[in-house]
């Protein structure tokens, strides 16, 4: 069983819709958990970091974490055309994060 | 500031063969993680260079080594290559001191194929 697990689509959506992406777990000592946007031919980018349970806004982006089900969630509002990319989970069990443990991946596609 | 940036953008090998990557990281940036990414599949740390040394390593064989140089850029070698190393080949680079939810900044990677 993988540590993380991750649908990996691929998801298309209308612009405007709300995207819900999730991934799950086995590891219950995962404590910071991240959230990567990858782009064609590009290294991934931080999107978003919790830490533990609960729910973190920024803009249109929401993550939340339910570590009693080692579930991790990921809300686009109002998606537009330049989200469109890989959307990559990522967990650590370390404070400093010296080792992060990625999802495989889910590709959504924003249709105009 | 030019960001984390990795050389050669591509490369094409044959089995058996040895294969050096390159890496510099983000201005001011001392730490040089190493991380394989096949395709269709999320990144997989390989290891971590601070201090010129080793910190940690993944679960790869130890056909998969590193170096840091004093400058802090860092090459990722691999030998006796098999067809199951085509991947690419990301660096991410930090701080020492970032903690996880600071921004750890990936390059583009290297697109290394196998055959």
């Known amino acids: 069983q993988k540590e993380v697990e991750q649908d990996p689509g691929p998801l298309s959506v209308p612009e405007g819709a709300i995207v819900s992406l999730n991934c799950t777990y086995s590891?219950?000592?995962?404590?910071?958990f991240m959230w990567y946007r990858q782009y064609s031919r590009k290294g991934p980018e931080l999107l978003m970091y919790?830490?533990?349970?609960g729910n973190k806004e920024d803009g249109r982006f929401t993550a939340q974490v339910d570590k009693s089900s080692k579930y991790i969630s990921l809300f686009i509002r109002d998606s537009q055309p330049s989200d469109s990319a890989t959307y990559l989970c990522?967990?650590?069990?370390?404070?400093?994060?010296?080792?992060?443990?990625f999802g495989t991946g889910t590709s959504l596609t924003v249709i105009p | 500031d030019a960001g984390v940036t990795q050389s050669p953008t591509h490369l094409i090998k044959t089995r058996g063969q040895q294969v050096t990557l390159r890496c510099s990281p983000k201005?001011?940036?001392?730490?040089v993680s190493w991380y394989q990414q096949a395709l269709g599949q999320g990144p997989q740390f390989i290891f971590q260079?601070?201090?010129?040394?080793?910190?940690q390593r993944g679960n790869f064989p130890d056909r998969f080594s590193g170096h840091q140089f004093p400058n802090y850029s860092s090459e990722l070698n691999v030998n006796a290559l098999l067809l199951g190393d085509s991947a690419l080949y990301l660096c991410?680079?930090?701080?020492?001191?970032?903690?996880?939810?600071?921004?750890?900044?990936f390059g583009p990677g290297t697109r290394l194929t196998v055959l």
């Open positions: 919790t830490y533990s349970s």
């Open positions: 260079y601070y201090e010129e040394e080793e910190r």
């Open positions: 201005s001011g940036h001392d730490t």
């Open positions: 991410a680079s930090r701080t020492g001191t970032t903690l996880v939810g600071d921004t750890q900044y």
């Open positions: 590891n219950s000592a995962f404590q910071y």
């Open positions: 990522a967990m650590s069990v370390s404070y400093t994060g010296n080792q992060f443990y």
